[in-house]
């Protein structure tokens, strides 16, 4: 299963983005679907995720300014970031854990699937 992800670009503070990963087949039991981010120097964290009832979780950082929603017919993960940052630049990755997350709040989902990552910079 491929994931893979499109939107990232470059873009002046106070600007937006959204981001979409679409698996590139159905893959059954998917359960949470996520987006991480790894700055340059820095770990990969989660910094938002969506469970399969439509739960949220975000990172503080990140509240009140970044959605995820999801669309399973098209297995499609978005993130649509308004009032960019640049503490906000990283290289994106989505993710989708697998059945096993089901019953587990979506900031602790196994993200077993990974996409190979796009660049957002905001320049200030």
């Known amino acids: 299963v491929r994931l893979v992800e499109s939107g990232g670009g470059t873009v002046q503070a106070g600007g937006s983005l959204r981001l979409s990963c679409t698996a590139s087949e159905t893959v059954p039991g998917i359960s949470a679907m996520g987006w991480h981010r790894q700055a340059p120097g820095k770990e990969r964290d989660l910094v938002a995720a969506i469970s399969r009832a439509g739960v949220t979780y975000y990172v503080d950082s990140v509240k009140d300014r970044f959605t995820i929603s999801r669309d399973d017919a098209r297995n499609t993960v978005y993130l649509e970031m308004d009032s960019l940052q640049p503490e906000d630049t990283a290289v994106y990755f989505c993710?989708?854990?697998?059945?096993?997350?089901?019953?587990?709040?979506?900031?602790?989902?196994?993200?077993?699937?990974w996409g190979q990552g796009t660049q957002v910079t905001v320049s200030s």
């Open positions: 993710a989708f854990a697998g059945p096993a997350s089901v019953y587990v709040p979506p900031r602790r989902a196994r993200f077993q699937y």
